[in-house]
């Protein structure tokens, strides 16, 4: 079991990873943690599903990341 969700997370984290510590982001981006990123763009649409809330869509998708975005951004 454990070998198999070690396999699961890393499968989803990994686009993840690649694209939030890609040298776009580094140059949009201020710094910040991975995991906890990850945690707060899929957060909300896992909790969504897990309570059943509401359905996420795209929108939701683009605003959550929006959000981020807009957060992390590096001060000009």
Sequence with gaps: RHTLRTRV????????????????????LDDFDVDLAMCQLVGPIAFARLTGLRAINREDCEHLIDDFLHAHARTR
């Excluded at 997370?9 to 949009?28: C, D, K, N």
Aim: proline share 10%.
């Design 9 to 28: 997370v890393a499968h989803y984290r990994q686009p993840f990873a690649e694209l939030l510590q890609s040298p776009a982001a580094a140059a949009e």
